[in-house]
């Protein structure tokens, strides 16, 4: 149905903080979603954001290309264009999710940033609307847009990737997920690529 190539750019996170994210604007665009302030893997947040980035000295980027046979996406136009689109996304973050939060158990004090908001609950049961605490926490993490970065420019300047969307009913060629890993260690590219890698 598809497959996924992984690619990783390093950046130091002053460097990333200084051209990459505008708050201002994008944090604005998080406002006028329903999941802000309403899902607890999105802002706003109970900690300070800038204290949340700079804690760790090197960012590295990661950008997971999902690339689509060319029957799939043939077969699945009109209305099951959207639904197709969000059944490979989620089964894909399932299995990258689970390698980021476990890299930041090999590497204490190492940040994991998702990408996109959270997956575990549905967007109306989220504890946050209550008032409760996230009944997953350790399971959870937010994305880089959720600090205000600019995921497109992220991917085509750092990661040379031009991100493509479904259009018309049509699936794109590939859809392009962009992760975070925050860290004050010294990690090698294809350690990174050979962790996030989904083992057959």
Same mark, same amino acid.
């Given at each position: 149905m598809y497959r996924i190539r992984h690619t990783v750019a390093e950046i130091k996170v002053d460097d990333y903080i200084r051209n990459y994210r505008d708050v201002k604007k994008f944090i604005a665009c998080c406002r006028e979603c329903n999941r802000y302030g309403t899902c607890w893997a999105c802002p706003p947040f109970s900690f300070d954001p800038d204290k949340y980035l700079t804690s760790c000295k090197t960012a590295y980027i990661i950008g997971s290309k999902i690339i689509l046979? #060319?029957? $799939?996406? %043939? =077969? =699945?136009? &009109?209305? $099951? *264009?959207? +639904?197709t689109s969000y059944e490979i996304i989620k089964k894909v973050r399932l299995n990258l999710d689970a390698r980021l939060l476990n890299l930041e158990k090999q590497h204490p004090g190492s +940040? /994991?940033?998702f990408a996109g908001t959270c997956h575990?609950?549905? #967007?109306? =049961? *989220?504890?946050?609307? %209550? &008032? %409760?605490?996230?009944? /997953?926490p350790d399971k959870i993490r937010p994305s880089l847009e959720a600090f205000g970065f600019d995921i497109g420019k992220t991917s085509s300047q750092l990661l040379n990737i031009e991100m493509k969307w479904s259009s018309q009913g049509i699936l794109p060629e590939y859809f392009t997920l962009v992760s975070g890993f925050f860290t004050s260690e010294k990690i090698s590219q294809p350690y990174l690529i050979s962790s996030v890698t989904e083992q057959s």
């Amino acid at each position: 149905m598809y497959r996924i190539r992984h690619t990783v750019a390093e950046i130091k996170v002053d460097d990333y903080i200084r051209n990459y994210r505008d708050v201002k604007k994008f944090i604005a665009c998080c406002r006028e979603c329903n999941r802000y302030g309403t899902c607890w893997a999105c802002p706003p947040f109970s900690f300070d954001p800038d204290k949340y980035l700079t804690s760790c000295k090197t960012a590295y980027i990661i950008g997971s290309k999902i690339i689509l046979n #060319p029957d $799939l996406i %043939k =077969n =699945n136009t &009109g209305e $099951l *264009c959207t +639904k197709t689109s969000y059944e490979i996304i989620k089964k894909v973050r399932l299995n990258l999710d689970a390698r980021l939060l476990n890299l930041e158990k090999q590497h204490p004090g190492s +940040k /994991a940033f998702f990408a996109g908001t959270c997956h575990i609950c549905q #967007p109306e =049961n *989220c504890t946050r609307i %209550k &008032g %409760k605490p996230c009944i /997953a926490p350790d399971k959870i993490r937010p994305s880089l847009e959720a600090f205000g970065f600019d995921i497109g420019k992220t991917s085509s300047q750092l990661l040379n990737i031009e991100m493509k969307w479904s259009s018309q009913g049509i699936l794109p060629e590939y859809f392009t997920l962009v992760s975070g890993f925050f860290t004050s260690e010294k990690i090698s590219q294809p350690y990174l690529i050979s962790s996030v890698t989904e083992q057959s």
